[in-house]
């Protein structure tokens, strides 16, 4: 079992950046396939970012492809989706999940485990 801790976020004005971190417990972090998943006011929660257990491989919702970057240092049982040019939209709670799979994990239902989210709020 993984307890995750999401951190860094906040408000910021459109254009800027932010870094988010989860941290994991436990020794075994890089079993994990790691994700990043928000959800806005009155929406569902949506995929942003998956990471696979070397981080050798990286997904991307489209949304978001080219403005956030996902990666991983299990010396440091740490995942983080930095993002840059950030706009109203990306406005919502950002959720870090841990699953113990092979592959890389799209939809939530897939992951075991989760943070309890970090407010991003994107100003105009």
């Known amino acids: 079992q993984v307890q995750l801790v999401e951190s860094g976020g906040g408000l910021v004005q459109a254009g800027g950046s932010l870094r988010l971190s989860c941290a994991a417990s436990?020794?075994?972090?890089?079993?994990?396939?790691m994700g990043w998943f928000r959800q806005a006011p009155g929406k569902e929660r949506e995929f942003v970012a998956t990471?696979?257990?070397?981080?050798?491989?990286?997904y991307y919702a489209d949304s978001v492809k080219g403005r956030f970057t996902i990666s991983r240092d299990n010396a440091k049982n740490t995942v983080y989706l930095q993002m840059n040019s950030l706009k109203p939209e990306d406005t919502a709670v950002y959720y870090c999940?841990?699953?113990?799979?092979?592959?890389?994990?799209?939809?939530?239902?897939?992951?075991?485990?989760w943070g309890q989210g970090t407010q991003v709020t994107v100003s105009s």
């Open positions: 990471i696979t257990r070397n981080g050798s491989m990286k």
């Open positions: 999940a841990a699953d113990r799979s092979y592959s890389a994990r799209y939809y939530s239902h897939d992951y075991d485990y």
């Open positions: 436990g020794r075994t972090f890089s079993i994990y396939v």
